[in-house]
């Protein structure tokens, strides 16, 4: 089981910056990966950026590319996620989570997910 607990959020004025951080506890392994998701009201959960250990592969989803930065630190139990130039649309409750993949393009989610914190940015 992975314990994953999210700090960070906030709320900011359009085109300021705020950095979430996630941290992974509870398995002897640590996760494959650590990757954001977010959801705003009314919408469904989308891929934001991750960062899988192996080769230190990154990855954005377009909307937030150029903007926001994932990293991670040597022990590979924390990823932090430095959001900069915010904007009303990426309001939303931000949530980490653990070993997630690539196929394809597409980020998919692992089963690990924490309970979420959330980024308001007024317009």
């Known amino acids: 089981q992975v314990y994953l607990t999210e700090s960070g959020g906030g709320m900011v004025q359009t085109g300021g910056s705020l950095r979430l951080s996630c941290t992974a506890t509870?398995?002897?392994?640590?996760?494959?990966?650590l990757s954001w998701f977010r959801q705003a009201p009314g919408k469904e959960r989308e891929f934001v950026a991750a960062?899988?250990?192996?080769?230190?592969?990154?990855h954005y989803a377009g909307s937030v590319k150029g903007r926001f930065d994932i990293s991670g630190d040597s022990s590979k139990t924390t990823v932090y996620l430095q959001m900069n130039s915010l904007k009303p649309e990426d309001t939303a409750v931000y949530y980490c989570?653990?070993?997630?993949?690539?196929?394809?393009?597409?980020?998919?989610?692992?089963?690990?997910w924490g309970q979420g914190t959330q980024v308001t940015v007024s317009a």
């Open positions: 989570n653990g070993d997630g993949e690539i196929y394809g393009s597409l980020w998919s989610p692992g089963r690990y």
């Open positions: 509870g398995r002897t392994i640590t996760p494959y990966s």
């Open positions: 960062l899988r250990w192996r080769g230190n592969e990154i």
